[in-house]
């Protein structure tokens, strides 16, 4: 049996002290097997501690710092288990920060649309948008709700037909002066890959084919969840609530990413379109 040379051992409370912990967590710890002191009185039952022992409590509280359960960490047996653990702790920690970037850059849109006092108008940009053919669904009595289920409808069409589609989607509204999430006047549209509108194709009732040609729109470039959508339309919305839609004026969505090709919400991308007025 090794000897201990009891006279470089220190008490719970200094080892505790060295440690930056307390007597109550050493005792936990040597509860559930992770820790031991060097040394317990017989008679007394102090516990007592070599100072070099302050390494392995640090490493202990490391891995309950990443949050690793207790249980797991009574179960190592290797190193190579600790640093696995600690891999995927900052595998995870990372796509966390990432996300939060992600946040960051969205809310700074937001405060600058929703809180500035910028004019609507400095906010857009003059683009070219087509031309496209779109493999359309109109609904009368739309809702914003379900967008995404009208896309997929359309998805479901497309592969039914085999026809290739982009990843990207429009949304026309037909009335777009009016906040109605309920019943709207809507039309939903996947772009094809395809140069000119297919002949000879039988689709389901209610769908069709439409060419949108070559326009030129102001857009605003949206990044984030399309929930908060309604609001920034609410800001261009405020010059042109007193306005009739003219003949031929297009109001529409580009969704260049969404939740078919993104792991995050704050990963969506979403030209607002307005027409050149």
Known sequence: M???DKSRL?????????CKTTPRTLRFY?????????????FTKYRYYDPNLAREFFKLKLLQEAQMPIAEIQA?????????FLDKKLQNMQQDI????KQLVFFQQMKDVLYSNKDADLLLQEESIGPFVLLCLKNEHGSYARLFEDTQKIITVAKA???ALTNEEMTFYLDPFVYNPKETKLEVASILRLDTIPKDILLPEGFYFKYLPKITVRTFTYRGPFTYLALVYQKFHEKSKNRQLLANELYFDYILHGPWDSASEYEYVTKLCFPQI
Do not use: M, R, V
Request: hydrophobic share 30%; proline share 2%; charged share 25%.
């Open 30 to 42: 040597e509860e559930k097997g992770l820790f031991s002191p060097t040394y317990i009185d017989s």
């Open 76 to 84: 190592l047996q290797t190193e190579e288990i600790s640093s696995a």
């Open 10 to 18: 220190i008490s719970i409370q200094s080892f505790a002290e060295l």
């Open 98 to 101: 990432s996300e939060k970037q």
């Open 161 to 163: 037909h085999n026809l």
């Open 2 to 4: 090794e000897t201990i």
